[in-house]
Nanobody, 123 residues
């Protein structure tokens, strides 16, 4: 079975370092996306990395967040930022086993498997 596990969430000061990781088991060579949901708001795509290495960022995080694949383990993904208070929310990693169906890499509809989320509080 495919499993995704996020780690690295918690409380961080604005301008501090946020480093989230997502470990994928049961599958390899996946397209990976990071999503978040702030209190009272809809879930939104943050960043995505395709099998080819192509990266897409949401306009709201462009230049502030970095998504990457571990150079030693293709099943480990990271999201790194120096966050602001508006970045508070529950962060989810998601994986797609197939090619994107037209909604785009930042759409939740494109992803088949999801982690349980990790809570991030920025103050």
């Amino acid at each position: 079975q495919v499993q995704l596990v996020e780690s690295g969430g918690g409380s961080v000061q604005a301008g501090g370092s946020l480093r989230l990781s997502c470990a994928v088991s049961g599958a390899g060579h996946v397209c990976m996306g990071w999503f978040r949901q702030a209190p009272g708001k809809e879930r939104e795509g943050v960043a995505a990395i395709e099998r080819s290495g192509k990266i897409t960022y949401a306009d709201s995080v462009l230049g502030r967040f970095t998504i990457s694949r571990d150079n030693a383990k293709n099943t480990l993904y990271r999201l790194i930022s120096n966050p602001s208070p508006e970045d508070t929310g529950i962060y989810y990693c998601a994986a797609s086993m197939t090619a994107y169906g037209g909604y785009g890499p930042l759409s939740a509809y494109e992803y088949n498997y999801w982690g349980k989320g990790t809570k991030v509080t920025v103050s």
